[in-house]
């Protein structure tokens, strides 16, 4: 008697293979994430007084902004501006290179200002920007 062999061939049901797809689409998403700049922000909407000479800022920034009610916020958060000083301070270890720049609402009290930016120089940093908007913005 004759035996019959069945041989199963070991071929697969075809279909598509996902790796490569998923290789650049995870690679696209670390791109993305990567060459992405966050805006920071102070916290509060000013109405920034206009100028002409204003120039932008390229650096990594500590955004300090005076409203025309006398509030000061810093790090999205309202403070006194006795502790602008100690928060600056802390900012900068982070950001060693910023510089503080400080958003003054154009109806804020030039006092206010004052003491805003002699607070964040008492923190240590030289350079203490005024931001304003050009006749375009």
Same mark, same amino acid.
């Given at each position: 008697m004759r035996m019959r062999r069945?041989?199963?061939?070991g071929e697969e049901e075809p279909g598509i293979d996902l790796t490569p797809m998923l290789d650049v689409v995870f690679?696209?998403?670390?791109?993305f994430i990567v060459t992405s700049s966050f805006i920071?922000? &102070?916290?509060?909407?000013v109405n920034r007084p206009q100028a002409d000479t204003a &120039? &932008?800022?390229?650096?990594g920034n500590i955004l300090i902004a005076v409203t025309a009610d006398g509030q000061v916020w810093l790090?999205?958060? /309202?403070?006194?501006?006795?502790t602008v000083r100690a928060h600056?301070?802390?900012?900068?270890?982070?950001q060693p290179d910023g510089i503080v720049v400080v958003q003054a609402d154009q109806d /804020?009290?030039?006092?206010?200002v004052v003491q805003v930016m002699d607070q964040a120089r008492l923190a240590g940093v030289p350079d203490v920007a005024l931001a304003a908007s050009t006749e375009s913005n």
């Open positions: 069945y041989s199963h061939s690679i696209m998403l670390i791109f920071k922000e &102070s916290g509060v909407e &120039s &932008s800022q390229d650096k790090d999205k958060q /309202a403070v006194d501006v006795r600056v301070e802390r900012l900068r270890q982070e /804020a009290r030039t006092g206010l």
